[in-house]
């Protein structure tokens, strides 16, 4: 009686057996939290709808899933070699022009260490929510939900809305795209083995994004996927047949051939379709003589999109020009060589080598799912960028495929620890992303803007490039109603210091001082952004419009007509040529310039 009253005794929990208990409320919210929350994530501002939200979604849902007792985590060698590659990041960003704001991330995506570090803690809390059945139920309900709901918000943009593409609530097409790609994977694998009216419903609308999405990038991606699911199906849980899976993937291309926009890009009809592609062909060309100028470590992370500015072409003034600069190359391979350079790349390929052997050895039931995920990722990104949604919600989902079963949880205070830091991090960047962009939305529509516009800068003064956007919209806002501008000339020429080899900051500070009156001072932005691309048609712009302000007017008409001839399908040049002819009195030429800038503008 003794013995067996012992024997029940030394089964009593212990205060780590006890936190399973409360294990599945931390990994149920996880799971739906970036299922979800993530991709329909979205707040009512003009100016960014989508990144504070997903911020402190992404850091929430990250601090839950490593708060979790799960005895499921990454391997020790997963694990280095994460921490190798944030070793690496780190290294390159110390190493660049930028350290902080390299460190930090910038504007639009915030790629920086806290953005990175959390797609390497999806890979971790992926592990731990999708071991189990129930966590796996959970997240494919969840990502199924997101897909109906994103589904429908694009159809009605294509019905109702005068985009030339739909976004859905993920605030660019890519992105709509590539999530259609990840949720489809996702729910159509579940759909063999569970038909439930919710992932039915979830593949149609995964379909509809990838279909209203017209990226041809994330239709190959869908072959890509096509193709590994073929040779990995025998592996599956649920056998399908093989034109089963054939037979999906023709669907999801005849309907997005029934889309009108995506048809056009598709064939090549649409008047972007070509300009897209060539636009991509130099873009690569130039990330390619970047990446050759810092071969070993890259520019660093988020440098990209002012150090091209160096390698721009006449031919990419013509094609593309500077009114969308680009923030990545575009391609996965170039994003890492350019920012991180031949390191930054060995180091991923490192990660994926550990990861495909991990994957392989543990035999997991998410392994053909994560494959196929991660195929069409791949594909994707080659002519794509990663983002938070989908780069995320794909390292999620491949972690699901590498948790190994530890004898223990982690310990408690580690497991509060990194759970309070992610928290942390992530409400100190989410609120004052949060509150910068309330104000910056608030300054667009307030009579007196320069009150919340400079609370906007305030509320994130490490950042310049929110800085230069308030100075562009108050600069555009005194161009019509006199909106005072002397506040935002001091930040925003810090701005441009902290930004070298920014041409699109220093064309804003030409624009911002000359309305303000100081026309020599705009002169001097305008050329020191030449000096930096001369063949950047903004500036050429911006140094006519202040040599005519100085009554340098044969100056200004060379400046003008060299932008005309870099872009000769711009109708700026040719409205500032007007203008100018018309304080000349020349009257005939000023007719000839309008004539030409509403031709051009017709287009």
Same mark, same amino acid.
Request: aromatic share 6%; with cysteine.
């Given at each position: 009686?003794?013995?067996?009253?012992?024997?029940?005794?030394?089964?009593?929990?212990?205060?780590?057996?006890?936190?399973?208990?409360?294990?599945?409320?931390?990994?149920?919210?996880?799971?739906?939290?970036?299922?979800?929350?993530?991709?329909?994530?979205?707040?009512?501002?003009?100016?960014?709808?989508?990144?504070?939200?997903?911020?402190?979604?992404?850091?929430? =849902?990250?601090?839950?899933?490593?708060?979790?007792?799960?005895?499921?985590?990454?391997?020790?060698?997963?694990?280095?070699?994460?921490?190798?590659?944030?070793?690496?990041?780190?290294?390159?960003?110390?190493?660049?022009?930028?350290?902080? !704001?390299?460190?930090?991330?910038?504007?639009?995506?915030?790629?920086?260490?806290?953005?990175?570090?959390?797609?390497?803690?999806?890979?971790?809390?992926?592990?731990?929510?999708?071991?189990?059945?129930?966590?796996?139920?959970?997240?494919?309900?969840?990502?199924?939900l997101a897909a109906a709901v994103n589904g429908l918000v694009a159809a009605g943009q294509s019905l109702f809305a005068s985009h030339d593409r739909?976004?859905?609530?993920?605030?660019?097409?890519?992105?709509?795209?590539?999530?259609?790609?990840?949720?489809?994977?996702?729910?159509?694998?579940?759909?063999?083995?569970?038909? #439930?009216?919710?992932?039915?419903?979830?593949?149609?609308?995964?379909?509809?994004?990838?279909?209203?999405?017209?990226? #041809?990038?994330?239709?190959?991606?869908?072959?890509?996927?096509?193709?590994?699911?073929? &040779?990995?199906?025998?592996?599956?849980?649920? #056998?399908?047949?093989?034109?089963?899976?054939?037979?999906?993937?023709?669907?999801?291309?005849?309907?997005?051939?029934?889309?009108?926009?995506?048809?056009?890009?598709?064939?090549?009809?649409?008047?972007?379709?070509?300009?897209?592609?060539?636009?991509?062909?130099?873009l690569w060309g130039e990330s390619v003589r970047l990446w050759l100028s810092h071969p070993l470590a890259g520019v660093g992370p988020s440098r990209?999109?002012?150090?091209?500015?160096?390698?721009?072409?006449?031919?990419?003034?013509?094609?593309?020009?500077?009114?969308?600069?680009?923030?990545?190359?575009?391609?996965?391979?170039?994003?890492?060589?350019?920012? $991180?350079? =031949?390191?930054?790349?060995?180091?991923?390929?490192?990660?994926?080598?550990?990861?495909?052997?991990?994957?392989?050895? !543990?035999?997991?039931?998410?392994?053909?799912?994560?494959?196929?995920?991660?195929?069409?990722?791949?594909? $994707?990104?080659?002519?794509?960028?990663?983002?938070?949604?989908?780069?995320? !919600?794909?390292?999620?989902? =491949?972690?699901?495929?590498?948790?190994?079963?530890?004898?223990?949880?982690?310990?408690?205070?580690?497991?509060?620890?990194?759970?309070?830091?992610?928290?942390?991090?992530?409400?100190?960047?989410?609120?004052?992303?949060?509150?910068?962009?309330?104000?910056?939305?608030?300054?667009?529509?307030?009579?007196?803007?320069?009150?919340?516009?400079?609370?906007?800068?305030?509320?994130?003064?490490?950042?310049?490039?929110?800085?230069?956007?308030?100075?562009?919209?108050?600069?555009?806002?005194?161009?019509?109603?006199?909106?005072?501008?002397?506040?935002?000339? =001091?930040?925003?020429?810090?701005?441009?210091?902290?930004?070298?080899?920014?041409?699109?900051?220093?064309?804003?500070?030409?624009?911002?001082?000359?309305?303000?009156?100081?026309?020599?001072?705009?002169?001097?932005?305008?050329? $020191?952004?030449?000096?930096?691309?001369?063949?950047?048609?903004?500036?050429? &712009?911006?140094?006519?419009?202040?040599?005519?302000?100085?009554?340098?007017?044969?100056?200004?008409?060379?400046?003008?007509? $060299?932008?005309?001839?870099?872009?000769?399908?711009?109708?700026?040049?040719?409205?500032?040529?007007?203008?100018?002819?018309?304080?000349?009195?020349?009257?005939?030429?000023?007719?000839?310039?309008?004539?030409?800038?509403?031709?051009?503008?017709?287009?």
């Amino acid at each position: 009686m003794a013995r067996r009253t012992a024997s029940r005794t030394s089964r009593a929990p212990s205060k780590e057996s006890v936190a399973p208990r409360t294990e599945p409320v931390a990994l149920t919210a996880a799971a739906a939290g970036m299922g979800f929350v993530l991709p329909v994530a979205e707040v009512p501002f003009a100016t960014d709808p989508v990144m504070p939200a997903r911020v402190l979604v992404l850091g929430a =849902v990250l601090a839950l899933g490593l708060l979790s007792a799960s005895r499921e985590r990454l391997s020790r060698r997963m694990t280095v070699a994460l921490a190798v590659g944030v070793a690496v990041f780190v290294a390159a960003a110390l190493l660049g022009r930028t350290p902080l !704001l390299s460190l930090l991330g910038r504007y639009p995506r915030y790629e920086g260490l806290p953005m990175v570090a959390a797609y390497a803690a999806a890979l971790a809390v992926g592990a731990r929510v999708l071991a189990a059945a129930p966590g796996r139920r959970v997240f494919t309900s969840a990502v199924a939900l997101a897909a109906a709901v994103n589904g429908l918000v694009a159809a009605g943009q294509s019905l109702f809305a005068s985009h030339d593409r739909v976004t859905g609530l993920l605030s660019n097409s890519t992105t709509l795209g590539t999530f259609g790609l990840v949720a489809l994977g996702v729910v159509g694998w579940s759909l063999l083995a569970h038909p #439930r009216p919710l992932l039915w419903a979830g593949a149609a609308g995964a379909a509809g994004c990838i279909a209203l999405s017209a990226s #041809r990038g994330v239709l190959v991606g869908v072959g890509a996927s096509l193709v590994v699911a073929l &040779l990995l199906r025998r592996r599956a849980l649920a #056998r399908p047949k093989w034109y089963a899976l054939v037979g999906a993937a023709v669907v999801v291309a005849v309907g997005a051939f029934l889309v009108p926009a995506t048809a056009a890009r598709v064939i090549g009809a649409s008047p972007f379709a070509d300009s897209t592609v060539s636009g991509r062909v130099l873009l690569w060309g130039e990330s390619v003589r970047l990446w050759l100028s810092h071969p070993l470590a890259g520019v660093g992370p988020s440098r990209f999109v002012d150090a091209v500015n160096r390698f721009h072409t006449p031919e990419w003034a013509a094609a593309v020009g500077p009114y969308a600069p680009p923030d990545s190359p575009h391609d996965v391979v170039l994003q890492v060589l350019c920012a $991180t350079g =031949v390191l930054g790349l060995a180091a991923l390929v490192a990660i994926g080598v550990v990861a495909l052997r991990d994957a392989l050895a !543990l035999r997991s039931p998410l392994f053909v799912v994560s494959a196929t995920v991660a195929a069409g990722l791949l594909a $994707t990104y080659l002519t794509s960028f990663t983002d938070p949604v989908t780069t995320t !919600l794909g390292a999620f989902v =491949v972690g699901g495929c590498l948790g190994v079963r530890h004898e223990a949880p982690q310990p408690r205070p580690l497991r509060i620890g990194t759970s309070v830091a992610v928290g942390v991090v992530a409400l100190w960047l989410g609120v004052s992303l949060l509150v910068a962009e309330a104000q910056y939305s608030r300054a667009l529509t307030a009579t007196a803007p320069t009150e919340p516009a400079m609370s906007a800068v305030a509320a994130r003064p490490w950042d310049p490039d929110l800085t230069r956007r308030v100075a562009y919209t108050l600069s555009a806002l005194a161009q019509k109603s006199g909106t005072d501008l002397r506040p935002v000339l =001091v930040p925003l020429r810090d701005a441009c210091a902290r930004l070298p080899e920014s041409t699109e900051c220093l064309v804003t500070l030409s624009a911002a001082t000359d309305v303000s009156g100081d026309h020599a001072a705009a002169l001097a932005a305008a050329e $020191t952004a030449l000096a930096v691309d001369p063949t950047d048609v903004d500036a050429h &712009l911006a140094r006519g419009i202040a040599l005519a302000e100085l009554s340098r007017q044969d100056e200004a008409e060379a400046a003008f007509l $060299t932008a005309a001839r870099l872009r000769p399908s711009a109708p700026e040049p040719w409205t500032d040529l007007a203008r100018l002819y018309d304080t000349q009195g020349r009257t005939a030429d000023a007719s000839a310039a309008r004539a030409t800038a509403a031709r051009l503008t017709k287009r």
